[in-house]
């Protein structure tokens, strides 16, 4: 017997209605991309090796999907190499590709491979998948879509700012309220690094500090002396575990703990800017947050650093997130091009919204009236009139098959049912020599027999 198909674990199939929910997420965040004057770009699916590599710090390289060259790979590989069982030493010479991890790096080739045809500041949207070997879970896939929207070219803060507009446009716009824009600097980071002498160990540092809300205090400090952080510099970190309050009192306690780092009070003044700019202009329904333990794995932030928590309640991780990076195009060989840009997680999203119950009612409404086919000249008439309700933009269907018998009309009409065809037309040798349709409520059971024109008005 045949094995049952099945699909790679962290990937997955979409149904009709999934598919409508899915893409009615990511219109929403289309169309606010395109009101803040965001253009689309795309890129390719995969990569030069050598493109993503190294760009992500040692655990996103490690999610990296490579791509096996093609052909007979292993003859390039000596006994020797071979025998040494390096994956560092072989890889580079069985694979010269990969899939992409995010879209931000592909982003920053593009500027750079485009530069002399890009009017700078360059503002584009991205909606596209990308992939990461990681442990599938609940609301974290091998394969999913990111929808970005980045600027490069300009490093003032009002881009920040416009940022926090745009996550609250979009949330705004999906009725996705409560919603929290949690938001740091990488300078505050690096400034912390630096009084508490960890300056040669600012990745290490702040990889575990990232993970406080995940693994709690206890496990962040002990991750922390695992890396060669001193118990002294552990112990002046303590005022960050319990930092509470607002966002000014957060930044009075910053300052008192910064007042020794110049970068470290660079990082205070810009989130004083970006705070008091939105202050000033309101937010719809987002709530704009300090939160000094975020810091976000990747390490080409510089500046403020995003992440987009669920409404409380909603067991779920962040659902977008961002930030600075003054010189992302560098890694190319464009130097002093700043950019900030952010990301929106469709599936997380997608997941967040099925539980509060929030897309609308009518999103996965397909067809909206079946004809029942009772034969060739029925069936002919009857494609006449489909024909000119799809031109007036109705939703419309002719079953390809005739129903001979009185069976096969309850097969067509249960066909409709498990659609959730909401109308039937029954075109009868009646109906046809009369030239008018019976027009039937599949919820309520009600028939009338109508005229084209009032069949129209009927279904509009």
């Not at 909606?127 to 980045?150: L, M, N, S, T, Y």
């Not at 001193?230 to 000014?248: A, M, N, R, V, W």
């Not at 700019?277 to 810091?295: E, F, H, R």
Request: net charge negative; proline share 3%; aromatic share 10%.
């Amino acid at each position: 017997m045949a094995q049952k198909p099945s699909i790679p674990k962290g990937t997955r199939d979409f149904n009709a209605e999934e598919v409508a929910k899915r893409s009615y997420i990511m219109e929403t965040i289309k169309e606010q991309f395109q009101v803040f004057g965001f253009q689309p770009i795309e890129t390719p699916s995969f990569e030069n090796s050598e493109t993503l590599m190294g760009k992500y710090g040692d655990e996103g390289d490690r999610l990296i999907f490579k791509i096996l060259n093609s052909g007979e790979f292993l003859k390039k590989i000596s006994d020797d190499d071979y025998n040494q069982k390096s994956e560092s030493l072989i890889t580079p010479k069985i694979s010269e590709k990969a899939l992409r991890y995010d879209l931000t790096v592909p982003f920053a080739r593009y500027v750079v491979q485009h530069q002399n045809d890009i009017e700078f500041p360059f503002k584009r949207y991205q909606i596209q998948p990308v992939w990461r070997a990681d442990r599938p879970q609940k609301g974290r896939f091998r394969e999913f879509f990111q929808c970005d929207a980045d600027v490069v070219g300009s490093k003032s803060l009002f881009q920040e700012v416009e940022f926090v507009q745009l996550y609250d446009a979009v949330f705004s716009a999906l009725k996705l309220e409560g919603v929290t824009i949690k938001i740091n600097n990488r300078k505050i980071l690096s400034g912390i690094a630096e009084v508490i002498g960890a300056q040669d160990k600012l990745i290490d540092f702040t990889v575990a500090l990232d993970k406080l809300d995940k693994i709690g205090e206890e496990k962040v400090k002990e991750e922390m002396r695992g890396k060669g952080i001193s118990e002294d510099g552990i112990t002046k970190l303590q005022p960050l575990f319990t930092l509470k309050g607002d966002f000014g009192n957060q930044i009075e306690s910053l300052k008192s703990i910064l007042s020794t780092s110049e970068i470290g009070l660079k990082g205070i003044e810009e989130l004083e800017f970006i705070n008091t700019a939105i202050s000033n202009l309101k937010l719809k329904t987002a709530t704009l947050q300090l939160d000094v333990t975020l810091a976000r794995g990747l390490n080409y932030y510089t500046g403020a650093i995003f992440e987009v928590s669920a409404p409380k309640g909603v067991k779920m991780g962040s659902i977008g997130g961002g930030g600075r990076y003054d010189d992302l195009t560098g890694i190319f060989g464009l130097k002093d091009m700043s950019g900030v840009g952010i990301s929106f997680g469709l599936d997380r999203i997608y997941l967040v919204l099925e539980e509060l119950n929030l897309f609308p009612s009518t999103i996965a409404e397909s067809t909206k009236v079946l004809f029942i086919n009772f034969g060739d000249k029925e069936a002919m008439f009857s494609l006449g009139a489909v024909t000119k309700l799809r031109q007036a933009h109705i939703k419309a269907e002719l079953f390809p098959d005739a129903a001979i018998s009185g069976k096969q009309m309850k097969k067509q009409m249960n066909y409709a049912n498990r659609r959730n065809i909401p109308f039937v037309v029954i075109m009868g040798e009646e109906e046809l020599k009369s030239e008018v349709f019976t027009l039937k409520n599949m919820a309520s059971g009600e028939q009338h027999k109508v005229e084209f024109d009032a069949l129209l008005d009927l279904l509009k």
